[in-house]
């Protein structure tokens, strides 16, 4: 398929661009509102924002903690919008929670004018990684392992109710006991629910001079047991991956070479898993230490909810606390302020009255185009975007007028095409009505014969009309190249004999056999038919006209060629016998030519069907008619595909229709 080159496009320079002038002079007013800006807050809000900032981190740390708690204790952020609301009541300050993607997870600032959040986000929430700074920050904060993962996050060390009763009623003889004994105790309760005995004064040897017994306490429940060896297995996973030997974990993650001892021992004694001693010894020690925290971290991953950042700003919305602005300062910020709008407004003038003189212009220009007066070009004055935009809006004016010239062409050509056969079917019923003509059969046949020309314009018209408003049905289907072309052959072989013109389909001579076609048959042997016809109509008698199909040297078109031995078609005339109405024969003689429409709507399918043709002559010696179809499957013109249900019957019942 052949395709028409266009003229490239010439680059407009940098220094000639309305847009670079324009990004220019918005850079200028933006340094200068920036520098005038930042110079000011400097000067005027450091101290603020500092002395605000350090009376709201304790209370930021405390909001922290409390959104870290949560977060460790539940899988999702589902139902921590009422949290935050709560937090924010409390401390008088906006807190807003997003996804990592920041998307909304809660708001306090409900407002629909709230402004929008930072771009920096005041913390991460996330139980495995926790900020060590603000938990040390918050009074109310539990402590944090050397691996970063928050003691709240107990997952699936959570004891169930019946077990943590159990260890409740065992602590509390426990303690009662020791409160017997003359030793001060009470039982703490962990995270996961494993209660403890805590001595007053925090030294667990002063229970061995006692008969109170806590072993019970000591030993891991199944529940404990079963996600012991769960993380027991992943820590030596990940050991395995180094080279390195496993080990065997105990309850307080502390570990050792043999099986974990079932009792732990007053002094370690712990509701949840304690932190990962910090302190190693060896390299050895160092590697399991790591391969402990990363295997905590995935064993908690599905407990805790995902990581959310944290923004913290005033009750207002506002990301940078408020203050109050001396008398001074005010003047200052409204001095600079009004400098920079006197800035503003006189590039924006500036500007303005360059791009707005060449706009009124074209604006009056299509303005009397509307009202039907003949519009006179546009000054062009610069070589940027407004100068190209007047240079268009000339070339489309000069368009519009060439294609009104058209269609007053074309009115008056069908207005022809059709006063002819109306005429003469007028003419020879006024002669039967005066009796001159007789009603036999030769004068029907001459009304049918015009009715049927009449007929046949109105049908191109139609056909015509469908493909320039891409209403062009086809229905695509496997074709036979060389079948079809004897089909169109076949049909037309009456009239070639009549004219004296031999038709003949010819072997694939001129490259390789054609590929296979999927086309819509019955639009192809209209297009072919039309291209035979006019051949004939042009081939003197003793003539010859060939049909012959072929492969394209790309590989991916179908050629078919019409060639004829007739008159030829002259240079200048070459370039408009696909035009419609059309005809090298000026005085429109029916004797020797149609209604011009023929190689028009042979273009519009072509054109349907992916294709194109062209047309190759020489005057006196013959023409050539090339149709290129694309080989492989297409879509129709509405972009679907082909449907099952449609078949050449149904195409042409659409055509005859």
Request: with cysteine.
């Amino acid at each position: 398929m052949r395709s028409r080159g266009r003229p490239a496009r010439r680059r407009l320079p940098l220094r000639k661009s309305l847009l670079v002038r324009l990004l220019a002079v918005s850079a200028l007013v933006a340094a200068c509102s920036v520098a005038a800006t930042a110079w000011l807050a400097v000067q005027t809000t450091s101290g603020a924002i500092k002395q605000e900032q350090g009376q709201n981190l304790t209370a930021d740390a405390r909001i922290y903690n409390t959104l870290l708690g949560y977060a460790a204790g539940h899988s999702r952020w589902d139902g921590v919008d009422r949290k935050v609301r709560e937090l924010a009541t409390g401390s008088g300050r906006r807190i807003a929670l997003t996804t990592e993607g920041r998307e909304i997870i809660a708001d306090s600032a409900t407002g629909a004018s709230s402004p929008a959040l930072p771009a920096q986000a005041s913390a991460v929430v996330d139980p495995l990684s926790v900020d060590t700074a603000l938990a040390a920050q918050s009074s109310g904060a539990t402590g944090t392992a050397a691996d970063r993962v928050d003691p709240r996050a107990v997952g699936p060390f959570r004891l169930p109710a019946a077990e943590r009763t159990q260890l409740r009623r065992t602590a509390d003889r426990g303690v009662a006991c020791l409160n017997d004994a003359g030793i001060a105790a009470d039982v703490v309760e962990g995270p996961s629910g494993r209660p403890r005995v805590q001595i007053v004064g925090n030294d667990p040897d002063r229970i061995l001079g006692t008969r109170c017994s806590t072993d019970a306490l000591d030993s891991p429940t199944e529940t404990e047991k079963k996600a012991l060896g769960a993380l027991n297995r992943l820590a030596d996973a990940c050991l395995d991956r180094q080279g390195r030997a496993g080990v065997h974990l105990r309850l307080d993650l502390s570990w050792g070479d043999t099986e974990p001892e079932l009792s732990m021992g007053p002094a370690r004694r712990l509701a949840t898993p304690a932190p990962v001693p910090a302190v190693q010894s060896s390299d050895n020690d160092r590697a399991i230490a790591s391969c402990v925290g990363a295997a905590r971290r995935e064993q908690l991953s599905s407990y805790v909810a995902s990581p959310a950042l944290l923004f913290i700003g005033d009750a207002g919305g506002a990301t940078v606390p408020g203050f109050d602005l001396s008398p001074a300062n005010t003047a200052r910020i409204a001095g600079v302020a009004a400098l920079v709008l006197a800035l503003t407004v006189g590039a924006s003038v500036l500007a303005g009255v360059r791009l707005v003189r060449p706009l009124q212009a074209l604006t009056g220009a299509a303005e009397r185009m509307r009202d039907g007066e003949e519009s006179a070009p546009v000054p062009v004055t610069a070589d940027n975007e407004i100068g190209r935009l007047a240079a268009t809006f000339n070339d489309m004016t000069a368009h519009r007028a060439r294609l009104e010239e058209q269609r007053k062409v074309m009115v008056s050509d069908v207005a022809h095409e059709l006063r002819t056969p109306l005429s003469n079917i007028r003419g020879w019923l006024e002669a039967a009505q005066d009796g001159v003509a007789d009603l036999d059969a030769a004068f029907v046949s001459s009304l049918l014969e015009e009715a049927v020309q009449l007929q046949h314009i109105v049908d191109d018209l139609q056909d015509l009309a469908a493909a320039d408003a891409g209403a062009l049905r086809l229905h695509p289907a496997p074709v036979r190249i060389d079948d079809l072309l004897g089909q169109v052959a076949a049909a037309h072989q009456a009239r070639a004999e009549a004219a004296g013109v031999t038709l003949t389909v010819r072997t694939a001579d001129p490259g390789p056999p054609p590929l296979p076609l999927t086309a819509d048959p019955v639009r192809l042997r209209q297009a072919l038919g039309n291209l035979v016809s006019n051949a004939i109509r042009h081939t003197r008698p003793d003539g010859h006209v060939t049909l012959c199909a072929y492969g394209s040297e790309s590989g991916d078109e179908v050629v078919v060629d019409v060639e004829d031995t007739g008159s030829g078609i002259s240079p200048e005339d070459l370039p408009y016998v696909f035009d419609r109405f059309w005809r090298a024969e000026k005085s429109r003689s029916r004797r020797t030519g149609g209604s011009g429409l023929g190689l028009a709507i042979v273009r519009k399918l072509a054109e349907a069907h992916g294709g194109a043709v062209s047309a190759a002559s020489t005057e006196g010696k013959g023409s050539v008619f090339t149709l290129s179809l694309p080989a492989s499957p297409h879509r129709t013109p509405s972009g679907r595909p082909p449907k099952p249900s449609d078949s050449p019957d149904e195409a042409a019942s659409d055509h005859q229709g």
